[in-house]
């Protein structure tokens, strides 16, 4: 799915499906294809992160380092969105890394610009505060599985929503983004836990 209209309407679909033609189009106009080799980084720790990312092709993820060990904070793949909320909207260093795992193709869209198509376009607005809403959504259920759920509940739910994680990161990706450590997140795969 690396072609720009085609991520356009898959993102766009995925949380404001009825954005009409010319917003998609708008969207389009100002999106920046950007190619990245596996194992290239898109944002660095200490970068402002100045774009909302659709994913076209690949698989991305969002990391950090505590206590000297990485830990993996998002996935992102083909029709996802990946941005760093808190360095996008505050415009600030961020704390997060956005990586590639697979050869990728990801469309840039400018924060700049962003902000001025929001004063232009219904559409655009009404597609960001959707994105947003989605976001927050997000980061409650995460917390919440955190602190409620088991390893082999979170492995479940992560393998029922977004098998494509399970399939094509690795293991030890996975592990650091349910909290638990390789050798845990083995025993959970293999039934032991």
């Not at 080799?37 to 100045?50: D, F, H, P, V």
């Not at 969002?62 to 060990?69: A, E, I, T």
């Not at 759920?149 to 690795?170: F, G, S, V, W």
């Amino acid at each position: 799915m690396e072609n720009l209209k085609e991520t356009v309407d898959i993102v766009v679909n995925s949380r404001y499906p009825e954005m009409n033609r010319e917003g998609r189009e708008l969207l389009a106009q100002v999106l920046i294809r950007k190619e990245l080799e596996k194992g290239e980084m898109l944002l660095n720790e200490g970068q402002i992160s100045r774009h909302m990312v659709f994913v076209g092709k690949g698989m991305l993820r969002q990391f950090y380092y505590k206590n000297g060990k990485d830990v993996t904070e998002h996935f992102s793949y083909e029709g996802c969105i990946l941005m760093c909320i808190e360095s996008l909207l505050k415009q600030e260093p961020t704390h997060l890394m956005a990586e590639a795992l697979e050869p990728a193709v990801v469309y840039m869209l400018p924060y700049d610009v962003l902000q001025k198509l929001l004063e232009q376009s219904k559409e655009i607005n009404a597609f960001y505060r959707k994105v947003l809403e989605y976001s927050l959504i997000v980061s409650q259920i995460k917390a919440d599985s955190w602190r409620f759920e088991t390893a082999r509940e979170r492995y479940n739910l992560l393998l029922h929503h977004h098998p494509e994680i399970i399939k094509r990161a690795p293991l030890s990706h996975i592990a650091s983004y349910l909290l638990m450590t390789p050798e845990t997140l083995s025993r959970v795969r293999s039934g032991v836990l």
